[in-house]
């Protein structure tokens, strides 16, 4: 029994789990079991030799000692060459006939082995070559690693004795009833994964880590409930209950991981977003420019895109024969005297934009004139022009636009995950090259409320005044916000988060070169710390860096607890206790 959880353990290390934390943490383990192993067999062999009996020679793995061969060569699961060895006589015999590794291998299938030898009755069961924890009562392939199962013999007391054992293994992929049955205790049901027995879900699904399908398997109800309340118990409790054993690292391993401590506590998340923009027109201070009668251009007054005008400036003049009509009525209201038809005259000319000097002269002269001034409604520069002399013009034409200068629009785009920092009437700072040593100050003026297909990202207006007309219109822009600020949060440095798609979390430190992986919510993240929603308490002391060591070490610990039907992760004994 005791030969058997040996090679169970070291079983293990054939599979997925082997981690980064392995070539630190893990090695001096594997390499204790493997001499205690050693050691085991040796001092077995030299008592029995000093009570008389024969030895013989065989070749075995160092790293897989469940590998014997009559033979020299490699091991057929890590390709290490075998090493000599001597077992007692009736042990090998009895081992010829349940672990010859070998003889499974050449048979691939069909070995079936006497134990008349006097090591009793043996019973066949299917064992898979690369995971020899894998043990089942009929043909089909590893749950692991997909390989056929080969038939192997094996002793009937030890398989009866380790069926509860060897059923936990197997109820990866089915129902575990032995188990709970032996010890009297109810069972539910959980799924987890064959490769990273640390994930346990309540639901069907796939592996966080691997994406392999999880499979069902019994747990004793006792254990889930003890973790279910810890999970739930308190508003100080963490987030989900550990599953994770504390590591023990000694002061010089942890000088080597460049281990950096930092502490939990609250500081204010304000960061500045900078970015950069475009400087525009200020859209609201946009004049265009439409006839309200047609007509014909004579003279155009002003010709030129950026030219400057001011408001009543004549832009261009044209003959309209609507508008002459209108005067000609007009005039006729005068000779008649008739005040009524005299103003609505007068109204018409009015809504047909002649001006009012125009106006008066017709009434002065009592003559039609026969073109008609068109006059800038602001102040500012012409942006943009679509007529020329002798043109046709008609309503609905846009001739001019005209733009003001004392004041601009700076359009720029805010990272999605940055856009809740921004709000209308925030502070702005802008720079651009073509007035260098000038800061520009301003402020939000409008936030768009749709993000950007494409880019993912946000675009935010902002409004800079422009008395002297430095500012112009396309110039590159690079635009600094700043935050309002916001109440201190519970927040960590953001390296020290260990990201995975079941829930981040973080090392700490609970002693003098112990740590321990705890599951924390985030939440917002700026000027390189991260706030931390639940999990921790001011004051606690986090892995800010070498943290995926430690964290990959109580992982392969984690692992070995819950395959060796421990499952209480936090209590593993020598495993947790073990130092680097």
Not at 45 to 62: E, F, I, M
Not at 155 to 171: I, L, V
Not at 349 to 363: K, Q
Not at 416 to 436: F, K, L
């Amino acid at each position: 029994m005791n030969r058997h959880n040996k090679i169970l353990r070291i079983g293990l290390l054939g599979t997925a789990l082997v981690t980064p934390a392995v070539l630190t943490g893990l090695t001096p383990v594997l390499t204790q079991a493997v001499a205690a192993d050693n050691v085991d067999h040796s001092g077995h062999a030299h008592a029995q030799s000093s009570d008389g009996n024969d030895t013989v020679t065989r070749w075995t793995c160092p790293m897989h000692p469940q590998i014997v061969e009559e033979e020299p060569g490699s091991c057929p699961i890590c390709g290490m060459d075998l090493v000599e060895k001597e077992f007692p006589a009736q042990e090998q015999t009895a081992d010829a006939a349940g672990d010859d590794m070998s003889d499974m291998d050449a048979d691939e299938g069909h070995t079936q082995m006497s134990s008349a030898s006097g090591a009793g009755e043996t019973v066949t069961r299917w064992t898979c070559p690369m995971h020899p924890q894998i043990v089942e009562e009929e043909p089909g392939s590893c749950p692991i690693c997909g390989m056929d199962l080969v038939e192997k013999e094996f002793p009937a007391q030890e398989a009866s004795a380790e069926t509860g054992g060897m059923d936990e293994m197997s109820g990866q992929e089915g129902h575990d009833h032995a188990a709970s049955a032996s010890s009297g205790g109810e069972t539910v049901t959980r799924w987890t994964c064959p490769m990273h027995p640390q994930i346990i879900e309540e639901e069907p699904g796939s592996c966080p880590i691997c994406g392999m399908d999880l499979v069902e398997k019994e747990y004793p109800a006792a254990e889930v409930g003890a973790a279910s309340a810890e999970s739930s118990g308190g508003e100080t409790s963490r987030p989900k209950a550990p599953t994770f054993p504390a590591v023990s690292v000694s002061p010089i391993t942890v000088q080597h991981m460049n281990v950096v401590i930092e502490q939990a506590k609250k500081r204010p998340l304000t960061e500045t977003i900078r970015t950069v923009g475009t400087v525009g027109y200020d859209e609201d201070l946009l004049a265009h420019v439409h006839p309200r009668a047609k007509g014909w251009v004579e003279r155009l007054k002003v010709a030129s895109v950026g030219a400057t005008v001011d408001k009543g400036d004549v832009l261009f003049e044209y003959y309209s024969p609507d508008i002459v009509a209108a005067q000609q009525d007009y005039l006729v209201a005068l000779r008649r005297g008739m005040s009524d038809l005299i103003e609505s005259s007068r109204a018409r000319l009015e809504l047909l934009d002649v001006p009012a000097s125009v106006i008066d002269t017709v009434r002065r002269t009592r003559k039609v004139q026969r073109t008609i001034p068109l006059l800038a409604p602001q102040d500012g520069y012409v942006a943009e022009i679509n007529l020329r002399e002798g043109m046709y013009i008609q309503p609905g034409l846009d001739l001019y636009t005209i733009a003001r200068r004392d004041r601009v629009w700076v359009n720029v785009d805010v990272l999605e995950r940055r856009m809740q920092s921004v709000s209308e009437g925030q502070q702005a700072t802008m720079r651009v090259d073509g007035i260098p040593g000038r800061t520009f100050e301003g402020t939000v003026d409008f936030v768009y409320p749709e993000l950007d297909p494409q880019s993912r990202t946000l675009r935010v207006r902002l409004a800079f005044d422009n008395e002297d007309g430095q500012l112009r219109p396309n110039q590159f822009a690079e635009v600094t916000l700043t935050p309002e600020k916001t109440p201190p949060v519970l927040a960590v440095p953001a390296t020290a988060i260990i990201p995975a798609p079941s829930g981040a979390r973080v090392v700490v430190r609970t002693g003098e070169g112990r740590f321990r992986p705890v599951a924390v919510e985030t939440g917002a993240e700026a000027g390189g710390y991260t706030e931390i929603v639940s999990g921790l308490e001011p004051g606690e002391q986090v892995v800010a860096s070498g943290q995926f060591l430690i964290d990959s070490e109580s992982s392969v610990q984690a692992a070995f607890s819950r395959l060796s039907g421990s499952g209480d992760s936090s209590s593993s004994g020598g495993q947790s206790g073990h130092q680097h």
